[in-house]
C-alpha cells in the first residue's frame, strides 16, 4: 500500500491555480459583455426659455441605446378657474411616462413632439466601457469572481431585446467555450 504524505498550503496552491483559471473565464465573459453591449444615448435640449418642461426634465437622460427616453406625462390646463382649469394655465404632470427612443420619434404623444429641437446624442461604446471585473477570491471550497456593469437603467437593457440578456449571452458563451476547452 502506498502511502501519500499531503504537503502544507496545498489548498492554497490549488486555490491559485484555480484562481488563475478563474479570473481568465471572467475576463472572457467581460470581453464577451463589452462585445454585445448596446451603445448609449443622452437625450439633449436647447435649453433655453422655449423648451417644454417634459423635456428640460428629459435633458441629459444617459440610458442605454436598447431601451426608450422617459419622459414625464404632461398635460395642458388652459387658464381659468373650475375642476379642469388651472388659475396659472400651463403644463401639469401626470402619473406616469411617455416613451420614446428618440426626439420626435412617432410612439410620442404629438404635445411631445410637435416643434421639438431636442437631439439624440449617440455614445457608441459607452455601456462596454462601465464593464469590470474583479479578481478571482479564494473562500473556502470556492474561488470566485465578479464581472459587473454600472451605467444607468442597465438591468433595463439587459431584458429590453426581444432575444434578451446581451449580459447573459456573454456568460453563456463564454462558459461554453470553458467546457469545450476542458474536453
Known sequence: MARVRLTSGLTQKIAALVASRVDEVADEVASNARAGAPDGKVWQTDADEQVRPSHAEAHGQLIPDNVPFRLPRMQYVNK??????????????????????RPRDEQLPFHQVVNCRCRKIDLPGAVAATVTTSP?????????????VAF????????????????????????????????
Do not use: I
Not at 388651472?86 to 420614446?100: R, Y
Not at 478571482?136 to 459587473?148: D, F, I, N
Not at 449580459?167 to 469545450?180: D, G, I, M, T, V
Open 80 to 101: 381659468g378657474r373650475g375642476r379642469n382649469a388651472n388659475p396659472a394655465g400651463g403644463w401639469t404632470k401626470l402619473p406616469g411616462w411617455d416613451l420614446g427612443d
Open 136 to 148: 478571482a477570491r479564494p473562500s473556502g471550497r470556492t474561488v470566485a469572481a465578479s464581472v459587473s
Open 152 to 183: 444607468p437603467r442597465v438591468a433595463e437593457s439587459e431584458y429590453a431585446d426581444q432575444d434578451g440578456g446581451w449580459f447573459n449571452a456573454a456568460a453563456r458563451q463564454a462558459a461554453a467555450a470553458h467546457r469545450a476547452r476542458r474536453r
